[in-house]
């Protein structure tokens, strides 16, 4: 999915994204997982299966990776959010994108 889209704006890739998802299945990403096992209220499969889908829109395997832990250490999502180590910042800042773009497209 990520070649076909690779020209395409984020918005638009999100949204065939979605476009294309299955039908309830089992969790099937890391951010999904992730979602569904914090202690969050709100966390249902379809959000989680929405940020899923924004998620493989917007970031890498391992950015994913990184991410699922901020959802259960918010200690941790502090910390880089105010690390000056390069890939922090780096990462810091497609992860406030990624979710900004979750908040348009799962709510």
């Known amino acids: 999915m990520k070649q076909t889209t690779r020209g395409l704006g984020t ?28 202690d969050r209220p709100a966390a249902s499969r379809a959000l989680c299966g929405c940020l899923q889908t924004v998620a493989d829109a917007m ?3 391992g950015e994913q990776r990184r991410g699922a832990k901020l959802f259960s250490d918010p200690e941790q999502s502090q910390q880089v959010k105010m690390s000056d180590r390069r890939s922090d910042v780096l990462f810091w800042e497609k992860w406030e994108s990624f979710a900004a773009t979750a908040v348009r497209h799962c709510q």
């Open 11 to 38: 918005g638009l890739a999100v949204a065939l994204s979605l476009l294309l998802l299955p039908g309830p299945l089992a969790a099937r990403g890391t951010i999904e997982r992730a979602c569904l096992g914090s």
């Open 59 to 61: 970031l890498t395997r």
